[in-house]
């Protein structure tokens, strides 16, 4: 079992940059692809990113390449979405989940958290 809480969400101006954190209990987190997914209102829940349980490989949605990074610190059972170049069209809010592998279907991974919104104005 993991539980996620995810932090660091709030209101910033369109080329600002904003870090969102993800925290895990539970002594298995090092196991687990962490995945960022988004939903805005209206629309559906989409990928953002996922990096494997080492950090050694990640994936990214085609919308958020060059200006999104993802990282974890298994130590600190976190994982970190760094956020830069926020456009309007990011506001959304961001979800993170762990599962068994990098991949961009939502269905496939097991845990999740609350969510933060993140709200980016133009």
């Known amino acids: 079992q993991v539980q996620l809480v995810e932090s660091g969400g709030g209101l910033v101006q369109a080329g600002g940059s904003l870090r969102l954190s993800c925290a895990a209990s539970?002594?298995?987190?090092?196991?687990?692809?962490m995945g960022w997914f988004r939903q805005a209102p209206g629309k559906e829940r989409e990928f953002v990113a996922a990096?494997?349980?080492?950090?050694?490989?990640?994936l990214y949605a085609d919308s958020v390449k060059g200006r999104f990074t993802i990282s974890r610190d298994n130590a600190k059972n976190t994982v970190y979405l760094q956020m830069n170049s926020l456009k309007p069209e990011d506001t959304a809010v961001y979800y993170c989940?762990?599962?068994?592998?990098?991949?961009?279907?939502?269905?496939?991974?097991?845990?999740w958290g609350q969510g933060t919104q993140v709200t980016v104005s133009s």
């Open positions: 989940a762990a599962g068994g592998s990098v991949v961009m279907a939502h269905h496939l991974y097991d845990y």
């Open positions: 990096v494997t349980w080492s950090g050694g490989s990640t």
């Open positions: 539970g002594r298995t987190f090092g196991r687990y692809a």
